[in-house]
């Protein structure tokens, strides 16, 4: 049976202070795969505003890109622990809810978490889980549980994906701990245990992976659903 393991996480638009440009222009930073090229040309069209948008595929490389203080963005697009630490570091703006006229259709599960508790920074955009995808031709095993990615059976067989967040959370889900654990001797086991993995893994891949999977260059690979379905609707032995 397929199946994905769903820890999930939360992705929310966020906006930040960019200083102001001589013609309408909004500047935004997401992950790759997220928005259709032409939803962007739509929106120029209806509003007269043009949308310069850069992709990134990891919230760290987001990071980097941005607290060097040379680039500047209106929207971001970062995961929860991301906008948590965006805040602490005063990173981010304000936003005046009020004046987002959807904002009611939220539910209230996705507003007040943790990371903003009074929903300042940030506006619910999307939310996925993320679990194993593999092939049906290259796997015989029921794959049903974290530490089938540690199966030798399966050496270079196995992608991982290119992100801390990522993989401590797989490591530390599959040795029983919570996904969020700051525990330092949980996240040093699960340090422990993705170095033992290593020589199993065939490489640590982001936006990358899909393409490889459809291709059959691997078994299996952590994945998010939404990617997830994409590569299944391109090979149905996934």
Not at 156 to 180: H, P, Q, W
Request: net charge negative.
């Amino acid at each position: 049976m397929k199946r994905l393991l769903v820890p999930a996480v939360l992705t929310a638009i966020l906006m930040t202070g960019c200083s102001g440009e001589e013609k309408q222009v909004v500047k935004v930073f997401n992950w790759g795969d997220y928005i259709d090229p032409q939803t962007n040309m739509l929106f120029t069209e209806e509003t007269g505003i043009e949308v310069l948008y850069e992709e990134y595929p990891t919230n760290e490389e987001m990071y980097a890109k941005i607290s060097g203080g040379n680039a500047r963005y209106d929207v971001l697009v970062p995961s929860d622990y991301m906008i948590e630490k965006l805040i602490k570091e005063d990173m981010l703006a304000e936003i005046d809810v009020n004046a987002l006229e959807n904002y009611k259709f939220i539910d209230k599960e996705f507003r007040s978490l943790p990371f903003d508790p009074e929903d300042k920074y940030s506006v619910p955009f999307s939310w996925g889980t993320m679990g194993i995808i593999y092939n049906t031709t290259m796997v015989e095993d029921d794959i049903d549980e974290w530490a089938d990615l540690w199966n030798p059976e399966y050496a270079k067989k196995i992608f991982m994906y290119d992100s801390e967040r990522e993989s401590l959370m797989v490591a530390l889900k599959k040795l029983g701990y919570s996904m969020n654990s700051t525990d330092p001797l949980e996240l040093e086991a699960a340090k422990q245990e993705l170095i033992a993995q290593k020589p199993l893994v065939l490489a640590y891949v982001v936006d990358e992976g899909k393409g490889k999977m459809i291709n059959e260059e691997a078994a299996m690979m952590v994945a998010w659903a939404g990617d997830a379905a994409l590569m299944i609707s391109e090979n149905s032995d996934l």
